[in-house]
């Protein structure tokens, strides 16, 4: 397994992370859940994401369940805060009060004294962000968090924080990032380098499109067919968009890899981008994406050369 370090920090993250968005607690019970943790932990994945809105704590639960008995200096566990974790108006958003309670709420659900990265999950307008970066200050200052960052943040948003920041700048941005999304390379990849920020990016494989399972239809075990967690996946599944998968596999194919590794490590390419994301139903595919490593130069190119012409999709 490839470290990298987060961005100005110096903290060590796998090249490959795992998260549990749509299936911890959701579509993996707690026995396999275990097993894929305890496996990608052995391969080398030392990253773990979740997020207090995944499955509605259940994610988090399953997760404390699992990493139980580890070690907790050989994880780094990240979580999230910002969508409604309830039905009152203060159950949700970046204000100090949520952020404050729903970071308790999640220690506990993940049964630690404190969470490795903590990411306010998106913007809040309804907030002043003095009082969002000063709330995330105050954790890292109580040990309850080490590092802060945030996700699907514009880059005006970001240096924003970073400016407002006195003594713990948010250390990590986590966009979504793939062939059909390619908006961070705008300018959010050149903020968060400018300021010191890593990238952990999440939906790699465009909700497993890029793994060519979809060429031949929609398997019936696969996430496409099944209605609690295929909303997003449907803007990935065009006539356009399968064409460059079919392209992606032939290069694939050729190169003696599997059209998942070649997906991540064009990810990986970048220098920005610290790791990438991937989600697991099975052991057999956390073994098979942290296998994601370095692809030959000629093989950057033919992908290139394909993503150039590629739709582009809008994760958000």
């Keep these: 397994m490839d470290y990298r ?13 795992l998260g549990g968005w749509l299936t911890f607690g959701n579509t993996v019970d707690i026995p ?21 809105v995944y499955a509605l704590g259940k994610c988090e639960e399953a997760l404390g369940e699992a990493l139980f008995g580890v070690r907790r200096s050989s994880c780094v566990l990240g979580s999230k805060v910002f969508w409604p974790t309830g039905p009152g108006p203060n159950d949700r958003g970046l204000s100090r009060k949520h952020i404050m309670e729903s970071c308790a709420a999640s220690l ?7 969470l490795d990265i903590y990411y306010c999950h998106r913007y809040d307008p309804d907030v002043p962000l003095e009082e969002t970066v000063g709330a995330m200050e ?12 945030v996700s699907c943040w514009t880059a005006a948003q970001i240096r924003a924080a970073v400016k407002l920041a006195r003594r713990h700048p948010p250390a990590v941005d986590q966009p979504p990032y793939n062939v059909f999304d390619r908006h961070i390379e705008r300018d959010v990849l050149g903020t968060c380098s400018k300021e010191g920020l890593g990238v952990v990016v999440w939906s790699p494989l465009a909700q497993g499109v890029l793994t060519g399972k979809y060429l031949a239809g929609r398997p019936g075990d696969a996430r496409a067919s099944n209605a609690k967690v295929n909303k997003f996946i449907d803007k990935y599944l065009t006539a356009d968009a399968s064409a460059v998968v079919k392209k992606l596999a032939a290069i694939a194919q050729k190169a003696g890899v599997r059209p998942a590794q070649l997906a991540l490590g064009w990810c990986l390419r970048r220098p920005e981008v610290t790791s990438v994301i991937v989600g697991a139903t099975s052991v ?3 073994e098979q994406n942290a296998l994601a490593a370095a692809l030959p130069k000629d093989v ?3 992908v290139e050369r394909v993503v150039k012409d590629a739709p582009l999709v809008d994760s958000m």
């Excluded at 370090?5 to 992370?17: D, H, I, N």
């Excluded at 506990?108 to 404190?114: I, K, V």
């Design 5 to 17: 370090t987060l961005g100005r920090t110096g903290v060590k993250v796998s090249a490959v992370s």
């Design 32 to 52: 396999t859940t275990k097993k894929i943790v305890h496996r990608a932990l052995d391969l080398g994945i030392n990253h773990v994401d979740t997020a207090d």
């Design 108 to 114: 506990a659900r993940l049964r630690t004294d404190y």
């Design 138 to 149: 105050d954790l890292c200052a109580q040990g309850r968090i080490l590092y802060w960052g």
């Design 284 to 286: 057999e595919q956390i």
């Design 300 to 302: 950057l190119a033919a």
